[in-house]
């Protein structure tokens, strides 16, 4: 076995597997721009590689693969930078995103514990998904004044029914067999299997090992509500959502418009725009693009900012959101215009 070490990422060889652990426990694994870079450049080795078979993306710790971006420096750089920090982590976080989607090696992504935001970025693009008894999944965005990213907004546009959307304007949490059922991962193996599961990779194609350990994650709890959840979150505005939650009764429609009650009026908006929109592009790389733009508007509203003070920084759990006029249309558009100095344009072809 071979390793390169750096405070926050482990690049490591075992065998014929290229093994990638994100190494800020206390943090839960939250992505900084030096990871980013730190990953995309193993990755761009193994890629000419021929002994690299398979690469295996995984956290550190007991708490989860990767809770996000690391949003406290992305609320220093709103409050007090010129949010070219911040535009320049995710030019390449973005691009991170899609060489994994595009990779032309097995990549075995295991989401045990937290996976939220970024760490759904770094995964479910991923070949082989895999989830356990402890993952707990989600895109909390909208409860910080901000919209959901890394890719997410291609990932949930196509998950069945309006399940995506549910899942963005709720900022519900998934556990495995949901996760499952919206399309975010593949395959369930117990916690305890995961070391036997990296074991295996030295040996086995990523498929054969994933299937040889993996077993039923059961029935999603999801999968009962469908039905209502179609209904609601086809309409076309979230007052529309909202008043058909509040038509359908039930203590589950309840919770849904409570909890999305309770999120940055803005966001709700710009996220089912982004949703929309994202449901017309070609490819992912298309939707990476539109969250470029998205991002840095969102970066540079007052929610932001109010939002990640009321969640992490002051912790009071009562956020201050901006009004918002659903009517004011030119306020949702301006968050797809380009920022002014240049965009994000990806193609299929990208792997660097």
């Keep these: 076995m071979t390793a390169d070490a750096t405070p926050d990422v482990l690049i ?16 839960i694994n939250a992505l900084t721009h030096p990871m980013v870079l730190a990953m995309r450049a193993a990755l761009d080795g193994w890629a000419q590689d021929d002994s690299v078979r398979t690469v295996a993306i995984t956290g550190a710790g007991e708490r989860g693969l990767c809770a996000g971006g690391d949003i406290v420096s992305l609320y220093h750089d709103a409050r007090s930078g010129d949010g070219a920090a911040s535009a320049a982590f995710w030019y390449d976080e973005y691009r991170l995103n899609a060489q994994i989607a595009r990779y032309d090696k097995p990549i075995v992504a295991v989401q045990d514990g937290i996976v ?10 991923a070949s082989h998904r895999v989830v356990t008894e402890r993952s707990s999944l989600g895109l909390p965005e909208v409860s910080i004044g901000f919209v959901p990213d890394v890719g997410a907004t291609w990932l949930l546009a196509n998950a069945p029914g309006h399940l995506g959307t549910f899942a963005a304007l709720t900022a519900a949490t998934l556990n495995a067999a949901d996760a ?16 036997r599961l990296l074991t295996a990779l030295e040996s086995m194609e990523a498929g054969e090992a994933v299937l040889l350990l ?3 994650a059961g029935a999603p709890p999801l999968a009962s509500a469908r039905e209502w959840i179609d209904a609601a979150f086809a309409a076309d505005s979230i007052s529309g959502i909202a008043h058909r939650l509040r038509m359908t009764g039930g203590a589950d429609a309840d919770r849904a418009a409570a909890a999305m009650a309770r999120q940055s009026p803005m966001a709700l908006a710009v996220t089912l725009e982004s949703l929309r929109r994202a449901a017309t592009l070609d490819t992912l790389e298309q939707a990476l693009g539109q969250e470029y733009r998205v991002s840095r508007h969102a970066h540079a509203a007052p929610d932001f900012v109010e939002g990640v003070r009321a969640q992490v920084i002051d912790k009071d759990r009562r956020p201050r959101w901006q009004p918002y006029n659903e009517q004011d249309r030119a306020l949702v558009d301006a968050y797809f215009a380009p920022h002014g100095d240049h965009d994000l344009l990806l193609t299929t072809a990208l792997t660097s």
């Design 214 to 216: 993996s077993t039923d």
């Design 180 to 195: 499952m059922f919206l399309g975010l991962s593949d395959a369930y193996v117990p916690s305890e299997r995961i070391p």
């Design 116 to 125: 939220l935001g970024g760490g759904i970025g770094i995964s479910a693009h």
């Design 12 to 27: 490591e060889r075992r065998g014929r597997v290229g093994v990638i652990t994100l190494n800020r426990p206390r943090a």
